[in-house]
């Protein structure tokens, strides 16, 4: 993942959350970058600890948040099954996004 400002670039694999039913599907951000995007925004968390992002990911443009996941210590976001449907994207599949946090 590469910073500029506040938009990220993110390359990782999605995987599929364990023991949920519902196919809830997650990209993580790396710990290094995930410690970064605390220390900048983490004041403007919400609920959860979660921060509200903008997400680019091939053609499909969408607001959601990032959410803190404690066992890992970094930031997933969730994929909706929208969106992977729309860019024909499955579990384990490799994925580069643009990830905005928003700060207003």
Known sequence: MTKASNKFIVK??????PGMEGN???????????????????????????????????????????FPHKQEGVYILPLKAMVRKKE??????KVNLILEIKTN
Do not use: M, Q
């Not at 790396?30 to 979660?50: E, L, M, P, T, V």
């Not at 024909?88 to 599949?93: E, F, V």
């Open 12 to 17: 990782s694999e999605i995987w599929l959350y």
């Open 88 to 93: 024909g994207i499955y579990n384990n599949d």
């Open 24 to 66: 809830w599907h997650f990209v993580s951000l790396s710990k290094k970058h995930s410690d970064d995007i605390k220390r900048r925004f983490g004041a403007n968390s919400r609920g959860w600890g979660s921060l509200p992002v903008f997400v680019t990911l091939g053609k499909t443009c969408w607001k959601t948040s990032i």
